[in-house]
Nanobody
């Protein structure tokens, strides 16, 4: 099993920044990806960004390109999401997830096997 612990959410004004962290523990895999998803009230969960742990290839949703950056600290098994120029529409619960045994960088949530508990991000306008 893999345990994921997110942190860093909070309340921020529009135009501000936040950095989310996702620390992984437990089982490891030779090939895997980690991703960020979010779910706003009344909406379906959507892809935000992902990184392949081996290749460091990254993927971003169009809505966050140029504003969000995903990075990793492999020694700490931690993934970060730097969120800049935040907008009210970024308000959501943000989840990190692991897709095991993949060589690419999935964007579909159905391909992810392990999920964190989520952290709330609220952007006030």
């Amino acid at each position: 099993q893999v345990q994921l612990a997110e942190s860093g959410g909070g309340l921020v004004q529009a135009g501000g920044s936040l950095r989310l962290s996702c620390a992984a523990s437990g089982r490891t895999f030779s090939n895997y990806a980690m991703g960020w998803f979010r779910q706003a009230p009344g909406k379906e969960r959507e892809f935000v960004a992902a990184v392949n742990w081996s290749s460091s290839n990254t993927m971003y949703a169009d809505s966050v390109k140029g504003r969000f950056t995903i990075t990793t600290d492999k020694a700490k098994r931690t993934m970060y999401l730097q969120m800049n120029s935040l907008k009210s529409e970024d308000t959501a619960v943000y989840y990190c997830a692991v897709a095991a045994w993949v060589r690419n960088t999935p964007t579909r949530d159905g391909l992810y096997d392990y999920w964190g508990q989520g952290t709330q991000v609220t952007v006030s306008s």
